[in-house]
């Protein structure tokens, strides 16, 4: 048994999609690429002393959790999560929970600028429909 609560995601998506339409994408994405720097700066740290063997702890920490479903896949230095059912998407579609426009660009957000901030290079692309997408993840180009 974790200590996750679900309906988290419902409360980000009804707060992603209120920033968006007040403020702007551009808004939504400076507010999320600065998490890196406050409540992912353990991660970034952890990731600039283990490479890629940090975000993998870290993915199927949350994945573990939530009960998602996920594949790993390695190649020439690229380490690809497989998310095959997501645990937000398919947690607020059981429960009639509206989801945010663009609800899994948070994802792409984060996870860029977690890993710019490590020297990493991040990439999603996903089907929020779906509940499911490709993130990849490598060490950025000197």
Known sequence: MSNVHKDFH???SFGLQFL???YGPEDVQDFLGGLADTVYKPLVNAIRLRGLDALREH???VFDLEDGEIEWHDADGTLELHVLRCPAITHMQAHGYAIADHFCEHTRIVNEAV???A???AEVEY???QGRCVQRFRR???
């Open 59 to 61: 993915w199927q920490t």
């Open 127 to 129: 089907d929020q429909a």
């Open 140 to 142: 950025a180009a000197p």
């Open 10 to 12: 419902g409360a980000l």
């Open 119 to 121: 020297g990493y290079e």
């Open 115 to 117: 890993c710019r901030a």
């Open 20 to 22: 968006d339409d007040a």
